[in-house]
């Protein structure tokens, strides 16, 4: 029997040394065809293409409830038609009558636009209640009655969903404390109302203050309640509340106080002049509030029978308005547009210091 031959001469390895496991994906590159790197290219570009419209959604979705609550809370301007802005929520704190700056507005509204947006609040009926931007909302109406322009058909608006009245009122208030113009008397007559308005729940004027005006000084708030007493005790009788000054109020309140028949004496006396203007009006008002002395019969009990000397009176200019003066034998009396209570007492004392001393010198080189 023949013996047979190899056909090849093969060194096999061991079964040990033989690798077991997964095959290297470069061994698998090599392996696989176009088709499968095709199908395994796009497999992967759909995976990253659905992760980046995964995180686009999530965030649109972030941006879309920021949005949503950014409207809620009026920080979203949106142009709103005049005809559907109504001001019938809020009892509005501004004297009624021309606006004397109101044309300046309109002008720069005109040359520039609106810097500022207005407030308002959504009705359930479509419309929009006005809760800030009184003149702003003039200025708009007045410019497209004038012009016709539809441009001022509609105006930039913060739209806020269903707030708190308190809040409301709030908001308005602490806008047009800032004003320069606004008079004690328009806080007090807001006061007034607010109180009066069943639907504020609000038990008198005092706490009508407190709700309205948290964000005024203590000091402030008083003045605000003073006038509002005043204009309770006056109702029907005062033409010009707005122009009455604020110390004079405060003192005509007090003496009203102190003596309550004086209140008819004083409505008696303004209601005599039907045609009076602001400042005749207050003209009368303060006669009421002159020291007892100005009395001639009070005057001479006061010195024993003598005549008082007469007294010198004038007017300085300062920087909060004009102090009224009057100076008499040993006596001088300010009258003046701020709270010396809230002076600092030391700056006080110096400045009143100072006046003796120059006027000692004065009248030492008057004498000498």
Known sequence: MSRKRRMFDIDM????DIPVGKVPDKVLEKRRGPMAAAISENADALR???STEKTIRAENDRLAHELVRLRSEGLVTEHVPLADVVTEKLTRDRKPGPDPELD??????RDIGLSNPIRLERRTDGRFELIQGMRRLSAYRALHEETGDEVFGRIPAGISEGADLNDSYRRMVDENLIRKDISFAEMG??????????ANDCADVDKAVAILFKSASYTKRSYIRAFASLLMMLDKVLMHPNEIPRNLGVELKRKFDANPGLIRQVSTAVMSEPDRDGPREVAILRTFTEQDESSPKKAAAASGGKTRRAKTTFQVSGRA???????SSGRIELRYDLDFTRVDRAKLEQAIATLIDNLQEEDDLTHG
């Open 13 to 16: 390895p061991a079964m040990e």
């Open 321 to 327: 308005g004009v102090a009224k003066c009057s100076a």
């Open 48 to 50: 990253d293409q659905q």
């Open 104 to 109: 300046e507005l309109k002008d720069s509204i």
């Open 189 to 198: 007559a807001l006061a007034r109302a607010y109180a009066d308005d069943a």
